[in-house]
């Protein structure tokens, strides 16, 4: 499925001036450079800060990849000049590489961490996973049976890869990405179909519902 | 029985979900209605079903939307 975007009328005078001055020469340009990679720096901070709760980062590592990220979203950001279409504030849209290179930066470092299991299937933890309450085991286990059976029996070998990777060991997608040396569309794609199949394979047993899918 | 409904919500896909890669296209313009109030999940529904499917897109999305906000403080 694909959605079209319409620009935004009326591009503001800042936006219009920032590729114009980035693709320049010049000191000009280098004090846009300057100028841009500030502000970068700034919004990488502040997310990194943001997400910092759920990261086992200590200060100075949230700060290098803060700097490391900002660094990296410039060099995106300059390549890609001719692709901003003024569709956005022009810092919006320079704002958006820098989420993706937190993301990435933060991907790699769950990658080098070694608590990070990409193999071993731990099944005991999915009940877990998704809040099955140990008291009342009689009434799900034989539903995480027939899913676990799906897993091994209707998947695909990289289907199974990314699920249990994701699903079972808790590796974050981002992580998944480096380690499998694909895009996150890839994964999410192949997580996407076995989510699908498993779903109709459980409705098709009773599990659970066969409704289609309802719109929220 | 919160196990059944979270293994539930997990396995059941939007047929309108974009994907990553056209999510991550859009973000900024996305980022930028809501910010704004606009009504993003009428007017770019298959985004809208991919943010609410896809953790990493929708942490980057929570990202830029703070980070626009704060521009406008």
């Given at each position: 499925m694909t959605e079209h975007v319409t620009a935004t009328a009326g591009l503001d005078a800042e936006s219009a001036d920032w590729p114009r001055a980035l693709a320049g020469t010049g000191p000009r340009r280098e004090e846009a450079l300057a100028r841009l990679h500030g502000l970068l720096v700034r919004i990488a901070r502040s997310e990194v800060a943001r997400r910092a709760p759920r990261l086992q980062l200590t200060g100075p590592e949230l700060d290098d990849l803060a700097y490391q990220a900002a660094a990296d979203a410039l060099v995106a950001i300059t390549s890609k000049l001719g692709q901003f279409r003024g569709e956005s504030r022009f810092t919006t849209w320079a704002y958006k590489f820098v989420m993706f290179e937190v993301s990435a930066k933060i991907g790699r470092h769950f990658w080098r961490h070694p608590s990070v299991r990409l193999d071993a299937e731990d099944w005991e933890r999915l009940p877990d996973r998704f809040g099955f309450d140990p008291a009342q085991e009689a009434e799900w286990r034989d539903l995480?049976?027939?899913?676990?059976?799906?897993?091994?029996?209707?998947?695909?070998?990289?289907?199974?890869?990314?699920?249990?990777?994701?699903?079972?060991?808790?590796?974050?997608?981002?992580?998944?990405?480096?380690?499998?040396?694909?895009?996150?569309?890839?994964?999410?794609?192949?997580?996407?179909?076995?989510?699908?199949?498993?779903?109709?394979?459980?409705?098709?047993?009773?599990?659970?519902?066969?409704?289609?899918w309802r719109r929220s | 029985m919160s196990g059944w409904s979270a293994l539930d919500r997990f396995l059941r896909t939007d047929p309108r979900d974009v994907g990553c890669a056209q999510a991550m296209e859009m973000l900024h313009i996305y980022?930028?209605?809501?910010?704004?109030?606009?009504?993003?999940?009428?007017?770019?529904?298959?985004?809208?079903?991919?943010?609410?499917?896809?953790?990493?897109?929708?942490?980057?999305?929570?990202?830029?939307?703070?980070?626009?906000?704060?521009e406008k403080h």
């Open positions: 995480l049976t027939a899913l676990r059976q799906a897993v091994d029996q209707e998947l695909t070998a990289r289907q199974r890869k990314v699920f249990v990777a994701i699903v079972l060991n808790g590796v974050p997608l981002d992580t998944l990405v480096i380690e499998l040396a694909c895009s996150r569309n890839a994964i999410y794609k192949t997580l996407f179909d076995a989510r699908r199949k498993l779903r109709a394979v459980l409705a098709a047993n009773g599990y659970i519902g066969d409704d289609v | 980022a930028e209605l809501a910010a704004a109030g606009a009504p993003v999940e009428e007017r770019y529904p298959g985004v809208a079903a991919h943010l609410r499917a896809c953790g990493p897109c929708a942490e980057d999305f929570d990202g830029l939307l703070a980070a626009v906000r704060g």
